[in-house]
Structure formats: C-alpha cells, structure tokens
C-alpha cells in the first residue's frame, strides 16, 4: 500500500519569460487535510495552486494526484479531473450574474449531466449548510459579498470534491464575514471528507489550517501549523 499523500507536487519548476515564479517548489496534501499555503505577493502561491489543480502546467518537475501524474494527461483528462475531483473558490466569487444563486450552486452538478430536480435538491443543501438558504432566488449582485463567497463555496462543494482550491477566499470581505466563510468552508470540507488547498496572506486565515507551508522567491517550505 502506498502512503503518498493524496496530492503531490514534486520539484515544480514555472517561468513567465524572465520571470521565475516556480523554483523546485514541493508539497503535499492528505486525504481530509487542511493546508495554507503563505507568504508575500508575487512569491508563487497562486502559481502553485494552479499548478497543483492542473490549471497550469509546470516547465518541470511532477504534480500527482492518487498516484497518477497530473503533469503526463492529456487536457481532456485534465479537465475530466478538475470537475470531477476538484472544487474552487477564489478571491472574487466568480459567480454566473445571470444565474440565481440557487442555480449556480446547481451547475456543476448540472454539467455533471444530473437532472435539474436532483441538482437542485442538494444545491438548497449546500445553501443551508453555508447559511445563505434565504438568497437562494437571488442573483449574485443582489447578494452580500460574504454571502457570495458562501455560495461559491456552496458551489465548490456541491459535487463532493477531494479537494478544494481556495485562492484568497476571503480577500475581499471584511474581518467578521472572512472568519464566517472560514468557518463555514473549513467545517464543510471536513464534514465531508475533502482536503482544501488554501493560499492567503492572512495569518488569521491560516489559523485554520492543519499546518502551513511557505513560499518564497518560488521556493516552498514547510512548517507545523502553530494554531
Ligand atoms: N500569467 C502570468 N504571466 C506572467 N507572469 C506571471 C503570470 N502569473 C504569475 N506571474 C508572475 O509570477 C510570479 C508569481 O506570481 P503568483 O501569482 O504565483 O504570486 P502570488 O504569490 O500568488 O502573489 P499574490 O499574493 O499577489 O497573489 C510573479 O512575479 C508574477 O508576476
Ligand atoms: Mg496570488
């Protein structure tokens, strides 16, 4: 039996033309595990998670995920695995506008060919567990920004996802709704089972991490979560 952890990134090399944002970055995640990935603008935080999700692929260097190597599919397995297996949430909701909040938390599920009753059912699930049930009909510019963020994470949960992206989740909402959708995506990851991948600048926000791992200058370092 192996125990590699559930998702690997193995000395990940990125260039932007000149610009290195990957230099031999490594980490992993487990099944179920909580990981804040830190550190200053422009260090490649964002450049690994892409990475990491299959989003962008690395110059060199492996990302695997249960043992097969993201860095070898083609982009239709690429993407098979992303909706699949993967849920997102980033700085700014990037909701459909022109979708009720209820229908958005239903299109993925949609597009995983689910029957609109169905899809709808588990979407008010995923509304009441985030607390946002009472903006179900709303579209997202009627909405709160800490409401929109708990739809999205709504939305990334709803298919039941190993893992969770979270880039900044809660860059843009204030003090108070940051530590709501934190709670609410935290608690809901580990509810049912799935592992976040989760950049921030935030200390606070990284307090709710099982542990940390730091990026300088493209470079990754790990550290026992001191929460
Ligand atoms: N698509 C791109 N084209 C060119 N340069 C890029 C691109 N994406 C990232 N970079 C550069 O790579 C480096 C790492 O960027 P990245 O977005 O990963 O940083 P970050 O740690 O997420 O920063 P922030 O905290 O500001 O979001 C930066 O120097 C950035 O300018
Ligand atoms: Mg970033």
Same mark, same amino acid.
């Given at each position: ?31 179920? #595990?909580?990981?804040?990935?830190? =550190? ?17 692929? *690395? ?38 506008? #022109? ?8 299109? *993925? ?35 709160? =920004? ?82």
């Amino acid at each position: 039996m192996s125990t590699e952890p559930l998702l690997v990134a193995d000395q990940l090399t990125k260039s932007f033309g000149s610009t290195v944002a990957l230099d031999r970055a490594a980490m992993g995640v487990a099944a179920g #595990e909580v990981v804040a990935v830190m =550190g200053p603008s422009g260090s490649g935080k964002s450049t690994l998670l892409h990475c990491l999700a299959g989003i962008v692929t *690395p110059d060199s260097g492996q990302v695997r995920y249960q043992g097969r190597e993201v860095t070898a599919m083609s982009d239709t397995e690429r993407s098979a695995l992303r909706r699949g297996e993967f849920g997102f949430v980033f700085q700014f909701g990037q909701l459909v506008p #022109e979708l009720t909040c209820l229908e958005n938390v239903a299109l *993925p599920l949609r597009l995983n060919r689910l029957g609109r009753r169905a899809a709808e059912r588990r979407a008010v699930e995923w509304l009441e567990r985030l607390e946002v049930a009472e903006v179900a009909g709303n579209r997202p510019g009627e909405v709160s =920004g800490g409401q929109g963020q708990r739809v999205a994470v709504a939305r990334a949960l709803v298919t039941a996802p190993k893992v969770i992206f979270a880039d900044e989740p809660t860059g843009a909402l204030d003090s108070l709704n940051g530590e709501q959708v934190m709670r609410l995506l935290t608690d809901s990851a580990r509810h049912s089972g799935a592992a976040v991948v989760l950049v921030t600048h935030e200390a606070r926000v990284a307090a709710y991490s099982d542990r940390e791992v730091v990026v300088r200058d493209g470079r990754t370092r790990s550290l026992a979560s001191t929460a």
